[in-house]
């Protein structure tokens, strides 16, 4: 079941397995140690799907201005490695720009992506809009889905 929580409403054991889950993505699997934990999970929306106790599919949302001035943001887009190529990723990204579409109708939406990720995203609708930066050591882009009146 798909869940959508601020910061407060989560309970102690779904923002530990979250956090478990980026952790066990981001940091470990990605080989990349970095402060996952960076103090923006307070301002951001959280989005996942739950079976059972387990996460299987998250992202943070942002109103706008809270990561980036003038556009809602999507970040920590992720799922396990246990439960990829099922459609899932696409699921999570359709129930991300659905709430932040409904929430926010008028402001386009930025991410900065994994570069490995551009086709995802791009079939999603979003476009590459600045030169691959790295970030952790991982190539990345900013990209954006525009809509009206921005």
């Given amino acids: 079941m798909w869940k959508i929580k601020t910061f407060n409403a989560l309970s102690k054991q779904e923002l530990y397995n979250i956090l ?16 996952e934990v960076d103090g923006l999970d307070s301002k951001a929306t959280h989005l ?13 949302l942002f109103s706008p201005n809270q990561y980036y001035k003038g556009y809602t943001a999507i ?55 600045a030169k691959p930066y790295i970030e952790d050591g991982i190539p990345h882009i900013h990209m954006l889905l525009e809509k009206q009146n921005n």
């Fill in 20 to 35: 478990t889950l980026r952790v066990a993505v981001f940091v470990v699997e990605q080989s990349c140690p970095y402060q």
């Fill in 48 to 60: 996942f799907f739950q079976k059972e106790d387990t996460i299987i599919a998250y992202s943070r």
């Fill in 75 to 129: 970040g920590r887009v992720v799922i396990p490695k246990s439960y990829r190529g099922k459609g899932l990723a696409h699921e999570l990204l359709e129930q991300a720009i659905g709430y932040l579409s409904k929430e926010h109708p008028n402001v386009s939406i930025k991410i900065g992506a994994q570069s490995y990720l551009k086709k995802y995203y791009e079939s999603h609708g979003f476009n590459q809009v």
